[in-house]
């Protein structure tokens, strides 16, 4: 997008109008031109600029460098100052405020011109990013899993939403200081995941890790820990990705205890059974016995009816 809309803060009359007019020549418009914070102030909030050329020494309470921070604070407006100072001192109080760019008076008209298109397109250049990065952020927070980032030091420079709440752990606060790291059997690990990955630069996967913020209770997390690296593949920091199976493994738990218990009870069912069965199977043994018993004394008697003589008359 093309830079369109300018505003001209300027306490000398005679500059500010021949800069009106160069402007104008160039192509750009003039919304209005102040001499002072007041009126520059309440100028940009009338027609709300793209760029405003500030100079340093103006009247008024507050100088350029002031009325900037403010038009920054407020409006988020890029600056560039125009001033015939370049002292130390002036210079380091304008840097102070991030200006998109600094012009010396007397000032070329090709260099004024270089300079607030090279300030135009750092200004959209960095709102792309802001844009960009509220964008991550915005998608990073919808994540049921937390994300913590972590500096050389070991200090956190970004959490998620879900990390914020998960860990009660807030930016700025070092990660060894508000994190233990916890084995299977309660014992802190020498060095954790986020030490591996500073140490080896290679990243780091757990299936099991307990997770113990500071004044809170345990929690148990699947775990991965990435390097972060910069434009030119140096180490910066670590990315570690958490995620919550606390209420996994305590479903787990009650499965299995459910699945003990019931396998514990059919195997006594079956005992029960085998018992019985084997209380049948000897009764019924029993009973062939008893049987093969009757008939051999049916065997018998049959034998002495038979050989019995036949009654006389």
Not at 12 to 23: G, H
Not at 38 to 47: I, K
Not at 107 to 113: M, S, V
Not at 262 to 291: C, G, M, P
Request: glycine residues 4%; contains cysteine; charged residues 20%.
């Amino acid at each position: 997008m093309n830079l369109t809309r300018i505003l001209i803060v300027e306490d000398e009359a005679l500059v500010a109008t021949d800069l009106s007019m160069r402007l104008t020549s160039m192509g750009y418009q003039v919304v209005g031109i102040a001499d002072n914070g007041a009126d520059a102030m309440a100028l940009v909030a009338a027609h709300v600029p793209e760029l405003v050329l500030m100079d340093i020494h103006i009247k008024g309470n507050q100088d350029g460098i002031q009325t900037a921070q403010a038009i920054r604070r407020q409006h988020d407006i890029p600056v560039v100052f125009l001033t015939a100072y370049s002292d130390d001192a002036t210079v380091k109080r304008a840097t102070d405020t991030d200006p998109f760019g600094y012009v010396l008076k007397p000032f070329d008209e090709r260099h004024l011109q270089i300079t607030i298109e090279i300030a135009h397109h750092k200004y959209a250049t960095q709102m792309a990013l802001v844009k960009r990065e509220q964008w991550i952020r915005s998608v990073l927070d919808t994540l049921s899993e937390w994300v913590l980032v972590t500096d050389l030091n070991d200090t956190t420079t970004y959490l998620n939403n879900g990390c914020k709440a998960g860990l009660h752990m807030e930016v700025g606060m070092n990660s060894r200081q508000v994190l233990q790291f916890m084995d299977r059997d309660g014992n802190l690990l020498a060095l954790t995941p986020i030490d591996l990955v500073l140490q080896s630069q290679q990243p780091q996967l757990m299936d099991w890790v307990a997770i113990k913020p500071q004044g809170g209770a345990a929690v148990v997390v699947q775990l991965n820990a990435t390097p972060l690296l910069n434009h030119v593949h140096q180490l910066i920091g670590v990315v570690t990705t958490l995620h919550n199976i606390t209420q996994r493994k305590e479903t787990e738990r009650t499965l299995w205890s459910i699945q003990t218990n019931l396998s514990d009870r059919i195997t006594e069912s079956v005992k029960r059974y085998q018992k019985k069965v084997a209380r049948y199977q000897q009764q019924l043994a029993l009973n062939h016995e008893t049987i093969k018993e009757l008939k051999k004394v049916q065997r018998r008697y049959l034998k002495l009816t038979q050989e019995s003589p036949p009654p006389h008359d």
